[in-house]
């Protein structure tokens, strides 16, 4: 099933919106490398700017490929602290993947880019450390991996049934 650049940027929007609600519980779980209290609100606030860049573009006129590497600038632009600056490096791999790809991208497809994602965010990030967003990135990319092996379905479905599995990490 082919993703479509309206079905990203409503999953982008939705976890914008799901990041904004829990960024202080997010905050509160920080504890590496020191609890400084806001790694919800640097990923809202990078999120926020990624997503903001897309606004001075038309949805209907962007391929998913043009969309995902707009995105990408913007996150990087903006991004905040060390939890933005990883979200970043994990949409940057993703987009270094996705720009390979020609027309839409399959589920099997968008798998491949998060594992490349997840590659680019843990090569650079000083310290790499299990325990943090870092496996997250990881659990979310083996999990899509395995459920796209699994199943067709819409990538709304798979990355709901991911959740729980983020949830136990």
Same mark, same amino acid.
């Given at each position: 099933m082919a993703i479509k650049t309206i079905q990203i940027n409503t999953i982008l929007n939705n976890a914008y919106d /799901?990041? +904004?609600?829990?960024?202080?519980?997010? !905050?509160? /779980?920080?504890?590496?490398?020191?609890?400084d209290g806001d790694t919800g609100l640097n990923m809202v606030l990078t999120l926020r700017g990624a997503l903001n860049n897309i606004k001075s573009h038309s949805l209907k006129s962007m391929t998913i490929q043009e969309y995902v590497a707009c995105f990408t600038e913007g996150a990087l632009l !903006? +991004?905040? *602290?060390?939890? *933005?600056?990883?979200?970043?490096l994990f949409c940057k791999g993703i987009s270094e993947s996705v720009k390979l790809i020609e027309g839409s991208i399959s589920n099997h497809e968008l798998s491949v880019s998060f594992k490349k994602g997840y590659e680019i965010a843990y090569q650079e990030t000083t310290n790499p450390t299990e325990g943090t967003m870092l496996t997250m990135m990881r659990v979310l990319s083996e999990q899509f991996e395995k459920l796209c092996s699994e199943s067709s379905n819409n990538t709304f479905f798979l990355i709901k049934k991911i959740i729980p599995s983020l949830e136990e990490t």
């Open positions: /799901l990041l +904004s609600r829990e960024k202080n519980y997010i !905050n509160n /779980l920080n504890v590496f490398p020191v609890p !903006n +991004s905040r *602290g060390c939890s *933005g600056s990883i979200l970043a």
